[in-house]
């Protein structure tokens, strides 16, 4: 009966499922005769045969699945999702998918923030009306020039006399003056000059020459300075007592002036000054015949009226 089921179980027919091998001790590995054609194990009736698998003892708990050390994942991040290990086999390790649980990093830039601030409308006013410009007079350097007429008090022959003339020149940069002047003997008082015979006789003088003048102090109205007259001339006898026409000489005499001087001027316009001098008249002359001896030098005390561009508005 026992060789019956050994032919009956050699004949069953083959199948295709997997046999798993029951647990024991480990089957020697096959030999070439044992595998088919696709590398696989068969059993002597030509099933497939499923190679053992180790299995775990029966104390020893399975190995945990290993997990990569990643940072932890945002709050509001999806918990990681646990997929399926590829075999049902006892002890294959589990594979976690932290697909889900990483987010790409936000954008980064520069951000502008716009602030407008909406102040309370303040009512329009005109602004005031620009001041008038003032004059501004001009410092810079510039020429001019005037012309005037001059009153002079004087002595001759030690005999207050006047003199009257008439001046003209010109001013560089308001500071010095070159001209001219010409003065004329036009009255004396006291001392009559008679001669022999008891007659009344006349002195007439005149001369003339170059003025130049340097300014010391200069302001808007006072200016205070230095002048001098170089000049030639001629005084004489005359039988007329007239100091207007012609001279009529019964001596004449040739004369050299010189007047060393201070001024004092005040520019009341732009086109008029007045100025007051003061100083001394030296004159050198040919000798009169004896026993004349006429003294024609002597201090001198004027006023000076001038006409011309002084000062003006740049």
Same mark, same amino acid.
């Given at each position: ?18 046999? $798993? ?39 020893? $708990? ?5 997990? $990569? ?208 001098? $003061? ?36």
């Amino acid at each position: 009966m026992s060789f019956g089921l050994a032919l009956l179980l050699s004949v069953t027919p083959p199948s295709d499922d997997v046999v $798993a091998p029951a647990p024991g001790p480990a089957t020697p590995p096959p030999t070439e005769q044992n595998k088919d054609d696709d590398g696989r194990v068969v059993s002597s009736g030509g099933a497939v045969v499923a190679p053992p698998s180790a299995a775990p003892p029966p104390s020893a $708990a399975p190995p945990p699945a290993p997990v $990569a050390p990643r940072a932890a994942p945002p709050p509001s991040a999806a918990p990681p999702t646990a997929v399926a290990p590829p075999s049902d086999t006892a002890g294959s390790p589990v594979y976690v998918d932290y697909t889900d649980a990483w987010q790409e990093d936000p954008p980064s830039g520069v951000y502008l923030t716009e602030v407008v601030l909406h102040p309370e409308p303040v009512p329009y006013s005109p602004p005031p009306p620009p001041a008038p410009p003032e004059p501004v007079y001009d410092s810079g350097p510039r020429v001019h020039g005037f012309v005037g007429l001059s009153l002079r008090g004087t002595t001759t022959n030690r005999n207050p006399s006047a003199l009257t003339g008439g001046r003209v020149g010109f001013v560089f940069d308001d500071r010095f003056t070159i001209g001219g002047a010409f003065y004329s003997l036009t009255a004396r008082y006291a001392g009559s000059i008679v001669d022999s015979r008891g007659n009344e006789l006349g002195m007439r003088m005149a001369y003339g020459g170059v003025l130049l003048a340097w300014t010391l102090y200069k302001g808007r109205v006072l200016d205070v300075g230095i002048e001098s007259l170089a000049g030639a001339g001629a005084a004489c006898i005359s039988q007329s007592e007239r100091y207007f026409g012609r001279w009529s000489c019964i001596e004449k005499v040739g004369l050299v002036s010189i007047e060393p001087g201070l001024t004092l001027g005040l520019t009341l316009s732009d086109w008029m000054r007045v100025g007051l001098t $003061a100083g001394y008249r030296f004159v050198t002359r040919e000798a009169w015949r004896p026993p004349n001896d006429f003294t024609l030098s002597g201090p001198y005390i004027g006023l000076d009226v001038d006409f011309g561009a002084f000062r003006g508005p740049r």
